[in-house]
């Protein structure tokens, strides 16, 4: 097995290396970073998105592939900042499949590319399967959407492929749990908006496993990558007090105040999206955190 990710810096890509090293697996990494390149000792080639630029070597061998690169979401929502968060998405995926259809590597048999369950409307109703159709009308469904549409065209491939769409990803040093931490911590946390939102979160050692999981067993289509229990926000917010106890006293932050302060993005906080793990339960993938509580005992211990 040998493994090419891209998006191998981010939070998860670095989990994932970290996992794939304790098995022995080999892994290939793409990057735009020449410091980034000397200190792989190898394993790093280079590729720039933006200009359609590859090093085709790296597919050479390569088994699997996990697609995670995308420039962040969780800055402001400016036209300069739209067009970044769209286009390393989909150009990072238009130039995989071109550097596919030119080497054509005949070992590869598996293809995972992240999504998100942005996807999915706003409700506080609903519950998602990966069955539904309908896409958000804001700008991170936008993104989603087309981020999907730059995937199908693996299909037209030998190999399997798969789009895990991932929820909130919880780690104490990055992603969102952290911002929703320090506040409790410094005696200033509360709910955000409602707190009626429905956020559909993952322990990060879960979606690693997950993503393994898929690689091994072979799944196809899409997948959503959330942990069986999602919760209100204030729940999420509660919860995190209880493990720090830290007693939460504030009033909740209205929405129009998270506008003021985040702009167009306030829309990740207030956005709920109930999401279903039942086909990842289906398939065999055994959660070693499937309720929030035990997960944030782990991550803060």
């Given at each position: 097995?040998?493994?090419?990710?891209?998006?191998?810096?981010?939070?998860?890509?670095?989990?994932?290396?970290?996992?794939?090293?304790?098995?022995?697996?080999?892994?290939?990494?793409?990057?735009?970073?020449?410091?980034?390149?000397?200190?792989?000792?190898?394993?790093?080639?280079?590729?720039?998105?933006a200009q359609g630029e590859i090093d085709h070597s790296a597919l050479e061998g390569v088994t699997h592939i996990v697609n995670l690169a995308g420039a962040s979401i969780a800055q402001r929502w400016t036209p300069a900042n739209r067009k970044r968060i769209l286009n390393s998405r989909v150009n990072s995926l238009k130039l995989l499949h071109q550097a596919i259809a030119k080497v054509?590597?005949?070992?590869?048999?598996?293809?995972?590319s992240a999504s998100a369950i942005g996807r999915y409307p706003h409700s506080f109703t609903r519950e998602y399967t990966e069955e539904v159709i309908e896409v958000d009308q804001s700008f991170l469904g936008e993104v989603v959407q087309a981020w999907e549409e730059a995937a199908d065209p693996f299909s037209q491939f030998d190999f399997s492929t798969c789009l895990l769409r991932i929820g909130i990803v919880l780690d104490p040093l990055e992603g969102a749990l952290p911002k929703l931490v320090d506040p409790i911590k410094k005696g200033v946390g509360a709910p955000l908006g409602s707190g009626k939102q429905w956020q559909s979160w993952i322990h990060l050692e879960d979606l690693v496993g997950m993503i393994l999981f898929a690689q091994k067993t072979d799944w196809k289509g899409p997948y959503n990558g959330v942990a069986p229990e999602p919760v209100r926000q204030k729940q999420l917010t509660r919860a995190i007090d209880k493990t720090l106890n830290k007693p939460l006293w504030l009033p909740a932050v209205p929405p129009f105040a998270l506008r003021l302060l985040l702009g167009e993005m306030a829309y990740i906080a207030l956005a709920s999206q109930q999401v279903s793990s039942a086909k990842a339960e289906q398939a065999g993938f055994v959660y070693r955190y499937p309720k929030l509580e035990p997960a944030l005992q782990d991550l803060f211990s």
């Open positions: 097995m040998k493994v090419l990710i891209t998006g191998a810096t981010g939070l998860v890509g670095k989990a994932l290396r970290k996992r794939y090293a304790a098995q022995g697996v080999e892994v290939h990494f793409l990057s735009t970073s020449s410091k980034k390149l000397q200190a792989a000792n190898g394993q790093g080639f280079y590729w720039n998105p054509q590597p005949s070992g590869l048999v598996h293809f995972l």
